[in-house]
């Protein structure tokens, strides 16, 4: 293993600033797959972090049931009712970077969606339920994929238990990065960055405050976000995890009530102070 690195303010990746006569398909498209029926939410989630993390266009792909809150939510979001894999072909044909996986369950439903999306060659992040299902064997991750999973997950992906991904999260992460060659988000207190070639960050930042339902698909929207705006994978993961745990800690005063999609606001004026838009 090489040193273990220290992500902070001074070393953190930049998005370049944008040309005065750019526009949104110079920007990049999000496709984020997820949302069985009962988890409706959490695509959502993630397509409102990419959409306030300047994405150029984000798209929602999910169950039909889930259309119309989404377009009364988020009316930015192109957001697309899908029954079947070949459904999703043409959105998939358009996106430069895809999140697969939050609130994706592990249905007939589910599975057709990701293997359909394991045939794309664009940047993906996969959360959640696609990593459930990568650990059951049910696919094979694509090249040039962020995985990001919090401590069950990656006990899945590993075989082991939380208890023992907890007792060396070093270890984990570098031991997924390597086993599914990408670079790997393993979340919690002071998250960790990890690449197959053994390059390991550490977050120092974040706050309790997060542990609660809908902050992961949060992050899982930013990474998107700046991969689309043309960071590499292991840069806009660092840039991504660190804008998201200082956002708890800025949020913090408002205690144990603050919900996941408060966070995006926090995160979009953070970014914009570290990376303005303009010169
Ligand atoms: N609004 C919506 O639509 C939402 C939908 N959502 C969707 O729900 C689906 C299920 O996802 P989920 O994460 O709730 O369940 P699951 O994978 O069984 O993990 C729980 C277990 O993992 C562990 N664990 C987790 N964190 C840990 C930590 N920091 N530190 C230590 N351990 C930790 C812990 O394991 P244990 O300690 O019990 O072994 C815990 O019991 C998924 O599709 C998701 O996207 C959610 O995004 C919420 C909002
Ligand atoms: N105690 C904590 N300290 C710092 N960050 C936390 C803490 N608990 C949760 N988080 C962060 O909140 C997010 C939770 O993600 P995840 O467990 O995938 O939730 P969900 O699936 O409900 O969206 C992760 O980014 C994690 O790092």
Redesign the pocket.
Known sequence: MKNIRSIHAGNLPRLTPRLPDTHKGLLGHVLIIAGDLGMGG?GLLSAQAALRCGAGMVSLATREQHVSAALSRLPEVMTLAINSSAQLRPPLQRASVIVVGPGLGQTAWSRALLSTATQQSVPQVW??DALNLLAQGICNQPQQCILTP?PGEAARLLNIRTAQVQANRNNAALQIAERYNAVVVL???H?LIATPAGDLSCVER???V??G?????V?SGVIAALLAQGLPAYSASCLAVWL??CA?EHLARQGRGLA?SDMCHTISTLLEEHSPCQA
């Open positions: 959490a959360d959640a919090h979340k919690g207190h998250s974040g706050h309790p997060m542990a339902a809908g902050f992961g698909d992050l998201h745990a708890g996941a």
